[in-house]
């Protein structure tokens, strides 16, 4: 059937000897706050995987002409979807609409035209699997949190993206699946995806993933390169995707995730555990890799923050059974304690003016952003809300405030959960949900903004049996 009135009809034929749908669509747009295209669909109710291979026929249509595989609330234009999404010039994405008449996002594929597609909703999360001719599914990387009342509509989709004209894809090589929960006692297998979201457009894009687990990524000063730590490592990794190349850092082997860059771009701080009372020490070397420098020895202590002229690192650390925001030079020497109220205080990082300091603290029963001068004066609450917000970074050209949400009954900054990130206006104190995913521990850490401020990078986490 048709949806949201294209101005040319469309269709479906099935050939029963090659089993496949050729679906014809017309239709301006999938996207925006609602859509335009042939459905060819049934009920469905449960978990569920719908896999096809996609192939376009003809040549020269819109680039931004759409194949999908598709789940919606319903057959209304405006309504909540996702889809698995092959364009014309072979862009892949993983699209949605959290609510009816909402604002459409994406997770873009870091690959190009694949011939075969999956979708997968499992829960209250959907995901996408890709493969080129002749290879496996794999994850495309990425999912996102869409709840669907049942039973909900899944099918096969096509917009031609120009409303004067008919756009005809064949799938072939279907599989509707429902999908049941794991066996008892089965361990489902964890994916880590690197990825960037847009500030702007709050559109994500996958960068990287494994089945091993990653942690908390820095952009690097000139934009080229994202960081992050895995198995007790440092990886480097160009942004716009690649092979991770691990970073010498010599006898620190087990550094956790609570690493950065400095200002210059020429050093890595590290936080590592390597020494025999496994707790975590500060030091700093050459960005390409080389022989740590100890800069904090006293134990355990998190670096979070480099200040903006480079003299300067903010870190957490416990000392006499508190956790508290400490300062010390770059070259070492005494440290300075900025804050005493009792509770967790933690996750500094400085302006870019480097006259404040915002972190995370639980003095008032929750963990709420707070904000305070370099030296520890006029601490002052900074977000007063029903979460409970960890981890804030503000963006290098100062507007923008990002920091991690976990839901109100969560206690601490575990992994695996149902989280938000947020940004907040610093011109007004306005707060918007940036990206709903599943993760906490690891997605966000440290500092991770571009340095041009329109990208944040971040780890999402999935499970699959």
């Known amino acids: 059937m048709d ?18 749908y050729a679906v014809s669509g017309g239709g301006r747009n999938m996207w925006f706050t609602n859509d335009a295209l042939h459905f060819v669909w049934k009920k469905f109710s449960g978990d569920v995987s719908l896999a096809a291979d996609i192939v376009f026929r003809g040549s020269g249509g819109d680039p931004h002409r759409k194949a999908c595989l598709l789940v919606r609330q319903s057959l209304e234009p405006e309504s909540a979807y996702a889809d698995a999404a092959l364009h014309g010039d072979g862009l892949t994405s993983l699209q949605y609409r959290e609510a009816w008449g909402g604002p459409t996002r994406e997770i873009q594929a870091n690959a190009k035209g694949p011939l075969r597609l999956r979708l997968e909703k ?39 993206h120009n409303d004067d004209k008919l756009e005809t ?24 995806t690197l990825e960037t979201v847009a500030i702007a457009s709050k559109d994500r894009r996958a960068t990287w993933w494994t089945t091993n687990l990653i942690e908390a ?112 030079s770059v070259n070492g020497g005494a440290e ?36 305070m001068k370099a030296d520890g004066s006029e601490q002052e609450q900074v977000t007063k809300d029903d979460w409970n917000n960890w981890f804030p970074h503000p963006s290098p050209d100062g507007r923008w405030l990002v920091f991690l949400s976990y839901e109100p009954d969560v206690k601490g900054h575990p992994e695996n959960k149902d989280v938000l990130l947020r940004l907040m206006s610093l011109a007004d104190g306005k707060v918007d949900v940036l990206a709903k995913l599943f993760g906490g521990q690891g997605t966000i850490n440290v500092p991770s903004w571009s340095p041009d401020s329109r990208k944040l990078a971040f780890v999402s986490y999935q499970f699959a049996p």
């Not at 829960?123 to 495309?140: D, F, H, N």
């Not at 599989?175 to 964890?190: D, M, N, R, V």
């Not at 900025?338 to 300091?357: F, H, N």
């Open 169 to 192: 894809a064949v799938f072939s090589n279907l599989e509707l699946i429902p999908l049941h929960a794991a066996a008892a006692g089965a361990k489902p297998q964890l994916i880590s």
């Open 217 to 328: 990524p820095n952009w690097s000063r000139d934009g080229a390169s994202l960081y992050f730590n895995s198995r007790g490592r440092i990886y480097r990794i160009p942004q716009a995707g690649g092979e991770p190349q691990v970073i010498d850092t010599g006898f620190a082997m087990r550094n956790n995730n609570d690493h950065g860059i400095s200002p210059d771009g020429a050093q890595l701080v590290i936080s590592d555990q390597s020494q025999a009372d496994r707790k975590s020490r500060i030091y700093t070397l050459p960005i390409g890799g080389g022989t740590p420098r100890s800069v904090v020895e006293a134990t355990p202590s998190y670096w979070h923050s480099w200040s903006p002229d480079g003299r300067t690192l903010a870190y957490c650390a416990e000392r006499d059974g508190e956790y508290d925001i400490y300062t010390v």
């Open 122 to 160: 499992r829960g209250k999360y959907v995901s996408m699997s890709i493969a080129p001719a002749g290879e496996a599914l794999r994850p495309a990387g990425g999912s996102f949190r869409l709840v669907l009342e049942e039973p909900f509509y899944i099918g096969l989709g096509v917009c031609a």
């Open 336 to 371: 300075t304690r900025l804050t005493m109220a009792k509770g967790l205080d933690d996750g500094p990082d400085y302006s870019p003016d480097g006259k404040y300091i915002y972190f995370n603290s639980d003095r008032t029963g929750r963990m709420h952003i707070w904000r």
């Open 3 to 20: 949806i949201g009135g294209p101005k040319r009809a469309g269709a479906v034929a099935f050939d029963p000897s090659g089993q496949s």
